[in-house]
Structures are given as structure tokens and as C-alpha cells.
Antibody, heavy 124, light 110 residues
Framework: QLQLQESGPGLVKPSETLSLTCTVS??????????WGWIRQPPGKGLEWIGS???????FYNPSLKSRVTISVDTSKNQFSLKLSSVTAADTALYYC????????????????WGQGTLVTVSS | QSALTQPASVSGSPGQSITISCTGT?????????VSWYQQHPGKAPKLMIF???IRPSGVSNRFSGSKSGNTASLTISGLQAEDEADYYC??????????FGGGTKLTVL
């Protein structure tokens, strides 16, 4: 069974860069052409798609965050990562990594496997 | 891009049917047959319940169904059960390889 696990610092200072990694187990990040994405959920609020990447490094980002987001992939470690720069308190959220449904090297808009999420708090 | 609009809360009694709406624009919900729905229990990750408007992934109960008319998509849950109590989120393709979520709806089973 495919599993995704987020990891990274739980506390980041304002203006610094948030860095998270998602480790995929139970399957290869390179198989079947799936895209892999990041989604966040501020406390008590709704979901927001951040961006996505393919195993070959093709990326798509939420236009509202694009200037601050970088997503990368390391197929040798079966991981993909998120960097969000110049963070503020508004970036405090539960950050999820997830697999896009469908596969076949096509980006899709929905997610069929999710990690459990990791809470990142932005505070000095 | 603005979040899709969902009612903050809906409720129903066991055995009843409820419908959750998700309203967007012609640039997202109305422009494509690409709407998905997620169920999220407290402290848990979202679970995909419906994609492409009305397709259920393997293992999802047929009590869950989806539809769309114009700029509004809907999730209907029939034969309401206690375990259906959760938050529900819609999501839509929004063009140019972007995805948009709704604000979420809290379902209470009375």
C-alpha cells in the first residue's frame, strides 16, 4: 500500500524559508507517470493547493504562491520536497503531501493518496 | 482565483439524504467536468470520495454520488450514517494545470 510521510521543522521564523520533504514508500515515485503535490490547510480553514511535480521534474504551481514556491524531486531517495520562502504568520498551516490520481504522465487536479500532514507554525 | 463556495454546514438524520453544493465560475466548475470531493474526519487526512464529477474510487460506498449543473457541483449522500459526519471539500480544475478547493462543509448527523 502506498504511503506518504511529511517531515521537516515544525517552527519557522518570519521571513525565513519553510522546507518540507515527503517520503514515498510502498511504491516508486517514478512509476506510472504520477504527479506529486503539496496542499496546505490553515488551522480551522479550508484546503489550498500549493503545487505539484512529476518524477521528471515538471512543475506546476498555484499562481498565488508561485513567486515563493519551489518543488523538487529526488527519485533516488523516493522523495519530493517543498520550499516556501519569505514566510509570514499566514503560512502557518498543516502541510500535506499527496499523489495526483490518474498517472500516465498527465497532471490531474485530484489527489488519491495523502500523507498524514505536518503542522508548520511561523513565529518568532 | 477565489476558493469555491460551499455552505459552512449541513445536517441530516440517519437514513436521510443530504446534498452539499459547490459553486464556482465558468473558469473552473462550469468550464470542465473535473470536480472532486473529499471527506475529512477530525485529525485525519482528506479521503477522495468522488472525481470527474461523478466517479467513485474503488472502495467508496455507492451512497455517495456527485453531479454538476452549470457552475455548481453537488455531492449527495444517501442513507446517512453516523460515520458520515465529517468535513467535506470540493475541488475543481481551474485551467492552466491549476486546482482550486472549496472552503469546506461540516456535515452533522443528528
Amino acid at each position: 500500500q502506498l504511503q506518504l510521510q511529511e517531515s521537516g521543522p515544525g517552527l519557522v521564523k518570519p521571513s525565513e524559508t519553510l522546507s518540507l520533504t515527503c517520503t514515498v514508500s510502498g511504491g516508486s515515485i517514478s512509476s506510472s507517470g504520477y504527479y506529486w503535490g503539496w496542499i496546505r490547510q490553515p488551522p480551522g480553514k479550508g484546503l489550498e493547493w500549493i503545487g505539484s511535480i512529476s518524477y521528471s521534474g515538471n512543475t506546476f504551481y498555484n499562481p498565488s504562491l508561485k513567486s515563493r514556491v519551489t518543488i523538487s524531486v529526488d527519485t533516488s531517495k523516493n522523495q519530493f520536497s517543498l520550499k516556501l520562502s519569505s514566510v509570514t504568520a499566514a503560512d502557518t498551516a498543516l502541510y500535506y503531501c499527496a499523489r495526483h490520481g490518474g498517472g500516465g504522465n498527465f497532471w490531474t487536479y485530484y489527489f488519491d493518496f495523502w500523507g498524514q500532514g505536518t503542522l508548520v507554525t511561523v513565529s518568532s | 482565483q477565489s476558493a469555491l463556495t460551499q455552505p459552512a454546514s449541513v445536517s441530516g438524520s440517519p437514513g436521510q439524504s443530504i446534498t452539499i453544493s459547490c459553486t464556482g465560475t465558468s473558469s473552473d466548475v462550469g468550464g470542465y467536468n473535473y470536480v472532486s470531493w473529499y471527506q475529512q474526519h477530525p485529525g485525519k487526512a482528506p479521503k477522495l470520495m468522488i472525481f470527474d464529477v461523478n466517479i467513485r474510487p474503488s472502495g467508496v460506498s455507492n451512497r455517495f454520488s456527485g453531479s454538476k449543473s452549470g457552475n455548481t457541483a453537488s455531492l449527495t449522500i444517501s442513507g446517512l450514517q453516523a460515520e458520515d459526519e465529517a468535513d467535506y471539500y470540493c475541488s475543481s480544475y481551474a485551467g492552466s494545470s491549476t486546482a482550486l478547493f472549496g472552503g469546506g462543509t461540516k456535515l452533522t448527523v443528528l
